[in-house]
């Protein structure tokens, strides 16, 4: 089910503020479960427990969501911040499902 938001820049009361950050927040929570679905899936096919850890693969998310900070009109560094331990926290949690296996 798709929520109906007002948009940010015709909000006039904190009330419309909130339920908009809340209605973003459940979004957001669907794609980040979806996401961590992958690194399930990653901790079952990857064969050693040392490549859960990618540096590179890490650095190359991390400018994507800068350059997609960007594009959608935010801050890169912003962006680079909130990837960093969205990535460390994925690695810790890959590392809990290799080891379960």
Same mark, same amino acid.
Do not use: C, H
């Given at each position: 089910?798709? +929520?109906?938001?007002?948009?940010? +820049? +015709?909000t006039t009361t904190m009330a419309e503020v909130r339920a908009g950050v809340d209605s973003i927040d459940r979004a957001l929570s669907v794609l980040i479960g979806e996401r961590f679905r992958f690194m399930d899936a990653a901790a079952r096919i990857k064969p050693e427990r040392e490549l859960v850890r990618d540096e590179a693969r890490k650095a190359q998310v991390i400018e994507n969501a800068r350059v997609n900070a960007v594009a959608n009109g935010f801050s890169p560094d912003a962006a680079a911040a909130l990837w960093e331990l969205l990535v460390e926290t994925s690695i810790a949690y890959e590392l809990v499902k290799f080891d379960q296996r």
């Amino acid at each position: 089910m798709t +929520e109906t938001r007002i948009p940010a +820049e +015709e909000t006039t009361t904190m009330a419309e503020v909130r339920a908009g950050v809340d209605s973003i927040d459940r979004a957001l929570s669907v794609l980040i479960g979806e996401r961590f679905r992958f690194m399930d899936a990653a901790a079952r096919i990857k064969p050693e427990r040392e490549l859960v850890r990618d540096e590179a693969r890490k650095a190359q998310v991390i400018e994507n969501a800068r350059v997609n900070a960007v594009a959608n009109g935010f801050s890169p560094d912003a962006a680079a911040a909130l990837w960093e331990l969205l990535v460390e926290t994925s690695i810790a949690y890959e590392l809990v499902k290799f080891d379960q296996r």
